[in-house]
């Protein structure tokens, strides 16, 4: 299935996409992480947020 996703995710000439990771810290003090698939141009602004 994650073949699938790779796939999905790669446009002949349109936009390229990214799945982005990040580790986030719970209100209960535990760590998780949350995941989105985001444009290039918007992975830098997810990190900051």
Do not use: C
């Not at 349109?14 to 580790?23: N, R």
């Not at 719970?26 to 900051?48: P, R």
């Amino acid at each position: 299935m994650a073949k699938k996703v790779v796939a999905s995710l790669k446009k002949s000439g349109g936009v390229s996409y990214t799945k982005a990771f990040k580790l986030i810290k719970t209100s209960k003090g535990a760590y998780g992480y949350e995941s989105k698939v985001l444009m290039k141009e918007l992975v830098d602004d997810f990190f900051k947020s």
